[in-house]
């Protein structure tokens, strides 16, 4: 969930319930297949404890809903922040549960559940069996084994984190409530660098020339939000835009040499822009969630509608072009390809 958001639902959260719609029967028939389909990610109303996990195989024109509930007789749980996919094992980030919930792809049964103290956000395998854990309102980056599931560790970044990218042999990881990105050694589990961006650093991103993207959300107040390019070589701004006060830009991606951003539509540019785009590549007002599909260029977009009644997911080709609405649950915002 944006952090705009997340401020926003957390005091209006009792207004959400009364327009809740009934929720739509779970289906346990599909078949999930390595590379025959995609994960959709669906948060839920704030409180509601009612995030969802969603899935839509190929050739198929519907989605597949409330797989975890199905498989494992219960709730997901409040806030599905995001999934973390490690071979044919998934992470589910709950974080208003604040729970992480370790699942098998190919049966979505339960493996291991992480309860922590903190809000998590994000999780990174690392390697050699372990993984970070980005975290708000608390300043701890966790470290957590994977198996078992458990918190064994934890880095003291003195500031809330959000998204992390690995480079090199580190991890880069966005403080959401200061204006930097911390370099994180995985292996000694400490700080060793930190490179100054605008407030508010929250989406990452690197391009093929070692340049590093983010976008950072400012503070929702008076501080702007921006995007901020720094050349991981020297540590440099290589260039930076700043918002106007009424944007609330967000999920940055690099993917091929473009730049891609949420600002009610989906933006794009190249990587070597000296200026931001004018005007939206695909038009909208409401859309949360975005992932181009590696094997065909489609854009799969998430759209909540009023993050009240359920939401519908919009396919566009290469060019742009809607190609396909399909019907989704409550609050759809990301997706994973497998």
Not at 18 to 45: M, N, R, W, Y
Not at 147 to 159: E, F, W
Request: glycine share 8%.
């Amino acid at each position: 969930m944006h952090r705009y958001l997340l401020f926003l639902f957390a005091g209006l959260s009792f207004l959400l319930t009364s327009c809740e719609k009934e929720d739509p029967a779970p289906d346990s028939t599909i078949q999930i297949e390595q590379g025959k389909g995609v994960f959709v990610l669906h948060e839920g109303a704030f409180n509601q404890g009612n995030a969802s996990l969603g899935y839509v195989r190929d050739g198929e024109s519907m989605m597949h809903t409330r797989l975890f509930a199905e498989v494992n007789d219960r709730p997901l749980g409040d806030v599905l922040q995001s999934m973390s996919i490690d071979g044919q094992t998934g992470y589910l980030v709950l974080n208003n549960s604040r729970t992480i919930e370790q699942i098998d792809l190919r049966t979505i049964a339960l493996q291991q559940q992480l309860r922590v103290h903190h809000a998590p956000r994000y999780l990174l395998p690392t390697g050699a069996g372990e993984a970070l854990i980005s975290t708000i309102f608390s300043p701890w980056l966790l470290i957590a084994d994977l198996d078992p599931l458990v918190v064994v560790d934890s880095i003291d970044l003195g500031h809330w984190s959000e998204e992390m990218i690995p480079y090199q042999d580190d991890v880069l990881v966005a403080a959401s409530d200061h204006d930097r990105v911390y370099r994180i050694d995985p292996n000694t589990r400490s700080v060793v660098d930190s490179l100054p961006v605008g407030f508010g650093a929250y989406h990452l991103a690197i391009d093929g020339q070692e340049r590093l993207w983010v976008l950072c959300t400012g503070n929702f107040v008076d501080i702007p939000a921006s995007i901020h390019v720094v050349d991981l070589a020297t540590g440099a701004t290589d260039r930076s835009w700043v918002f106007s006060q009424s944007e609330f830009p967000g999920k940055l991606q690099v993917i091929d040499n473009m730049v891609y951003y949420l600002n009610g539509g989906l933006y794009r540019m190249p990587v070597d822009a000296v200026s931001l785009p004018t005007a939206p590549w695909i038009a909208g007002f409401s859309y949360y969630g975005y992932r181009i599909d590696p094997r065909d260029g489609r854009i799969w977009m998430a759209n909540p509608i009023d993050f009240q009644q359920k939401g519908t997911i919009d396919i566009f080709d290469e060019t742009g072009t809607l190609v396909e609405s399909l019907a989704a649950d409550q609050v759809p915002s990301d997706f994973r390809f497998f």
